[in-house]
């Protein structure tokens, strides 16, 4: 199966949360006007894939430091100093998992952070995907502050833990 990458554009949005849909349960779906929020931040941090001119995949990031969180579903902010890319959402459609897509957006995104001068790579793991992350190169960061420790336990769904990771350049 053939993938292009490509930066994501706002006629996408519709896609993204068909995808959203599929990938998350419902404590994490975000609606479209916080998904069109998040792109109009910043538009060239996000990336879709496509497979014959559908979009299957895609990975919204923005511009953040390290031990920085946002609140699930708050809306984010510009960052006036940023040194890392925080990877906010990767997701993919179920026909599509197990060709590596996950892994060339990340690549995309890391070579884009890297052109940018910023010495990492952050996210959070949710919906036991931390396994993932790690064969990926992301470690666990235990370094947060307690208002950004409050901001994590947002993001927990009943047993399901999440963890503020990191990928450095």
Not at 25 to 40: C, H, K, M, P, T
Not at 64 to 83: M, Q, W
Not at 93 to 118: D, N
């Amino acid at each position: 199966m053939s993938f292009t990458v490509r930066l994501m554009t706002i006629d996408d949005l519709a896609a993204i949360e068909i995808i959203q849909s599929e990938a998350y349960a419902g404590y994490f779906l975000e609606s479209a006007d916080v998904i069109a929020q998040r792109f109009n931040l910043s538009p060239t941090t996000t990336w879709v894939a496509e497979h014959d001119g559908n979009v299957c995949a895609y990975l919204v990031g923005y511009w953040s430091t390290i031990g920085r969180v946002n609140p699930l579903n708050a809306p984010f902010s510009s960052i006036a100093e940023p040194n890392c890319l925080y990877v906010h959402d990767l997701a993919l459609l179920r026909s599509v998992q197990g060709f590596g897509l996950g892994k060339r957006l990340i690549r995309a995104a890391a070579e884009y952070a890297a052109e940018h001068k910023v010495k990492a790579l952050a996210l959070l793991s949710v919906q036991n995907s931390k396994d993932f992350w790690q064969n990926v190169g992301f470690a666990e960061f235990f370094d947060l502050e307690e208002k950004q420790k409050d901001n994590l336990n947002t993001y927990l769904d009943g047993n399901n833990p999440a963890f503020y990771m990191v990928r450095y350049f």
